[in-house]
Every structure is written in C-alpha cells, then in structure tokens.
C-alpha cells in the first residue's frame, strides 16, 4: 500500500493551484503583473455580478503605473454622477425593466474579446516584421517601446509554437 502511494508521490508533476499569502509585493514588476492579471478577472466578476443581480455597478482602479481603468454597468459617468448627486434614479433613458438579458452581455462580451484579440495580432504584425529573418538577434537597446513590445510578444508566441510542438513530439 505505501509503494502505490511512494509510486503516485512520483509521478505527480505539478504541485497544483496553492493559495498565495495576500501581502504587498516588492518589486515593480511583479505588481504590474500581479495587476494586470487581476484586474481582468476583477472587471469579469463585476460584469458577473451585474447580470446575476440585476445591479449597476462601477469599478476604478489605478494600476501601479499610475494608468486609469474603469469598468461601469450601465457606464461609469451615469454611475459617477448618480453617486455625487446621492440617488438612485437612472440617469440614462433605458428603464432597468428594457435592459439586455445576460445572454446579449454574454454575446457582447465575446465579441469584445474576439476583437481584442484581433487588435492584439494587429499590434504584433505592425512594425518590424518579427516572422522573417533572425529577429531574435536585434540590438534591442535601438528598440522603441513599441519594438520591445512587439518584440516580447514575438518571444512569447515563438515560447508558445516551441512548447506546442515538443508536446507532440512528446506524444
């Protein structure tokens, strides 16, 4: 009986999602990941709660680069304006009863990340032409900005085929 659990001990890669102790982190780049990372599912769950409950709902946050990101069921400034004036009369003309079912929310927001997608693969192939060539050997202290993030999304997607294509040979 040990020696199976000795054997499944073993053959066990990874050690699986853990809990994190929830402290302020050090380093700058680790918050701007950390942020990133969680203001995506911060924004989803309050899209969530939106068309769970029926609420109306506004998100502001400041990433650690100082930069503005606002999420807001039905808009930020309708919510904003009803907040100051302490009331909670709809200040935009559709009556709560006339809103979308969650499915259109659904629809809207797969569209919205499909066409974020999109976008994303726009950025990438403007610029340099990070698919021909030996692209990974440019002097990277000539870059712009922009290079660079072109450039790390090239790494990135390049990390992704290699993985991809050892997990076939793999098999």
Known sequence: ???A?????QTKKTKGR?????KKL???SNKQVTFSKRRAGLFKKGSELCVLCNVDATIIVFSPADKLFCFGQPDVETLITRYLR???EM????????TVSYEEHNKEYDEAMKKLEMEKKELANSGKDWKKGNWWNEPIHEMSAEELEQ????VYELRRKLDERRGEIMM
Not at 91 to 98: A, C, G, M, Q, V
Not at 151 to 154: E, G, R, T
Request: overall charge positive; proline content about 3%.
């Open 5 to 9: 659990i000795d054997m499944f001990k």
């Open 26 to 28: 050090d380093k700058n």
């Open 18 to 22: 853990k809990k994190i102790e929830i």
């Open 151 to 154: 450039f790390m999304v090239a």
């Open 1 to 3: 009986m040990d020696f």
């Open 86 to 88: 302490r009331t909670t």
């Open 91 to 98: 200040d935009h003309k559709i009556p709560r009863s006339e």
